[in-house]
């Protein structure tokens, strides 16, 4: 595990799935790797149970599958791995990978999640909003806002109060206008979420602005940011542009049914 894992490493921005899901749930993933010469290709097993994002979402999926591969040929070979005769879940990037995984599972495809980076030192010179807080203490209003987006207070605090995440906020303490944190994925690399503006405060810019405050501190920290939108939020991606990221991963849903 651990050789494999620092072979993913080498290329955090393309195996920030992978890696998230490793360093998150030890006790929940299972990692097999093949090589060939320089070639690798590695699959995660994750327990589909354990977020509450997949569970609601593919409520009768056993597994979800990530893959990263060098070639069709290692991804099929990856694929013996994988338990037969149960529901699961395929998330792939790229259409080399579906075509090796649908030679050996019938697929539905379900959605595309696009990921968004830049480098640090073109986020650097954000200017800072001094309307904007960003800290380690949200606040209580914003830790119910997190949590009515599955984010519970309990898995956000830890990381807040040692340093590995940090939240963004307008407007005041107890009705913000807009909210998001930002939190290590893996080290370097810092995804942002829990981007909420209340219905009363929406087409305003709120939102833009705790997203691009949550960007400039990332910069000035250097730190990659990983920004994720579904495939049809055109405002988010409109966002991500104009606040000059550019797209690094597409990772399209697959489900297979037993």
């Known amino acids: 595990m651990e050789e494999a894992a620092g072979l993913l490493a080498r290329d955090p921005l393309r195996n920030i799935v992978l890696l998230k899901h490793l360093q998150a749930y030890p006790g929940h993933t299972r990692l097999h790797h093949v090589a060939d010469g320089a070639r690798h290709g590695?699959?995660?097993?994750?327990?589909?149970?354990?977020?509450?994002?997949?569970?609601?979402?593919?409520?009768?999926?056993?597994?979800?599958?990530?893959?990263?591969?060098?070639?069709?040929?290692?991804?099929?070979?990856?694929?013996?791995?994988?338990?037969?005769?149960?529901?699961?879940?395929?998330?792939?990037?790229?259409?080399?990978?579906?075509?090796?995984?649908?030679?050996?599972?019938?697929?539905?495809?379900?959605?595309?999640?696009?990921?968004?980076?830049?480098?640090?030192?073109?986020?650097?010179?954000?200017?800072?909003?001094?309307?904007?807080?960003?800290?380690?203490?949200?606040?209580?209003?914003?830790?119910?806002?997190?949590?009515?987006?599955?984010?519970?207070?309990?898995?956000?605090?830890?990381?807040?109060?040692?340093?590995?995440?940090?939240?963004?906020?307008?407007?005041?303490?107890?009705?913000?206008?807009?909210?998001?944190?930002?939190?290590?994925?893996?080290p370097g690399v810092w995804e942002i979420g829990g981007v909420f503006t209340p219905e009363t405060q929406r087409r305003r810019g709120h939102g833009a602005r705790v997203v691009r405050a949550a960007l400039g501190e990332l910069g000035r920290r250097g730190h990659f940011p990983r920004y994720q939108v579904h495939e049809r939020n055109h405002a988010s991606i409109r966002l991500a542009e104009s606040a000059g990221l550019r797209p690094f991963l597409h990772l399209t849903h697959y489900v297979h049914a037993p």
């Open 42 to 186: 590695f699959l995660v097993l994750l327990e589909a149970g354990v977020t509450s994002w997949d569970r609601a979402a593919y409520p009768a999926a056993a597994f979800i599958v990530l893959v990263s591969s060098d070639g069709p040929d290692l991804t099929g070979a990856l694929l013996a791995h994988v338990p037969r005769g149960t529901g699961l879940v395929f998330k792939l990037n790229g259409e080399a990978d579906r075509a090796a995984v649908a030679q050996a599972f019938a697929l539905e495809r379900r959605m595309r999640i696009l990921s968004f980076t830049a480098p640090p030192g073109d986020l650097a010179d954000l200017a800072a909003d001094p309307d904007i807080r960003v800290g380690a203490d949200p606040g209580a209003a914003a830790f119910a806002i997190f949590a009515a987006q599955d984010h519970a207070r309990s898995w956000l605090a830890p990381m807040l109060a040692d340093g590995r995440a940090f939240a963004c906020a307008a407007g005041p303490d107890q009705a913000p206008h807009a909210v998001c944190f930002a939190y290590e994925n893996w």
